[in-house]
């Protein structure tokens, strides 16, 4: 199956490795002319516990160059979303998107995509990039995948040759799956990102356990349809799954890039401010470190 991975970043890269290592025929759009050629020239590598590997893959800048009728998987985060489907629009249609997020802003601009066949996903796995072609992989997870529009049917391939290399769930329902991952994220990132923690660390720490409780307590209140399938206890669920993790939140801070405040907080947040008061509080400090950051 061919398949281009639009955007690599971390997800992106070991998203691709485990689509390559799978046996699919594996291309990433970038930005970035020296990094298409980086990953033509030397592979791309993944680091695993004690283990590297390397994987022969295709890279372009222009997106006429994408296989005909491919499945892209939309590996970017939401400041690009744009600019990918700028270009996707001056080429012809892919055969599908899956555009994979943190937050729901891309699920909320669902009806204004111009696009045949979309659908979004979701990934628990944990991902580092150590150059424009290396990717360590910090912890494997799975990738829960939902249609929204057109036709499935290189969706259904796609999940149809998942394996323990890549491992993909369908779900039947967009928005519970995406709100579900958001819930995670809003108890999660922002804490990490003002605390400068790893994600286990917020389970050590009573306070800071305490804070992420009480923003639990209020998207539960909020969206009780969405606490009623997501409990506290899988939020210190996947912080223990993922303790040596770096929060998507958190790795933006340290490059001193901005922050998906957002498409993950003020997106969850929308009209209901008057019920989240902690929330609203981290997503104002937040948005004040990347006004820092951009004013130096």
């Known amino acids: 199956m061919d398949i281009v991975i639009g955007g690599a970043g971390a997800i992106g890269l070991l998203i691709g490795s485990c689509l390559a290592e799978a046996g699919h025929s594996v291309s990433f759009w970038t930005r970035r002319p020296e990094q298409a050629q980086a990953l033509r020239e030397n592979g791309l590598v993944r680091i695993e516990g004690g283990y590297t590997e390397r994987f022969a893959v295709g890279a372009f800048t222009s997106v006429c160059e994408a296989p005909a009728g491919a499945m892209w998987i939309a590996a970017v985060k939401s400041s690009g979303l744009p600019a ?148 506290f206890s899988d939020v210190e669920a996947v912080c223990s799954n993922t303790a040596g993790n770096e929060s998507s939140m958190l790795t933006d801070r340290r490059k001193g890039v901005p922050m998906e405040t957002d498409t993950i907080v003020t997106a969850v947040i929308g009209r209901r401010r008057d019920e989240m008061p902690m929330l609203g509080l981290l997503e104002s400090l937040l948005k004040a470190i990347d006004e820092r950051e951009e004013s130096l």
């Open 84 to 231: 990918l489907i700028s270009r996707l629009g001056t080429a012809e249609p892919p055969g599908y998107v899956l555009f994979i997020q943190n937050g729901i802003r891309h699920f909320e601009e669902a009806d204004r995509l111009d696009l045949p066949s979309f659908g979004f996903a979701s990934v628990t796995f944990g991902a580092r990039r150590e150059n424009d072609w290396t990717v360590r992989c910090l912890g494997r997870g799975h990738i829960e995948a939902a249609h929204w529009q057109g036709d499935a049917g290189l969706l259904d391939t796609l999940l149809h040759s998942a394996s323990p290399v890549f491992p993909i769930v369908r779900q039947a329902d967009a928005e519970s799956m995406l709100y579900r991952k958001v819930f995670v994220n809003c108890c999660v990132n922002p804490l990490t990102a003002l605390l400068g923690v790893k994600n286990g660390e917020l389970l050590k720490r009573p306070a800071a356990r305490g804070m992420m409780e009480a923003v639990y307590g209020e998207l539960a209140a909020a969206y009780p349809d969405i606490a009623g399938q997501i409990a």
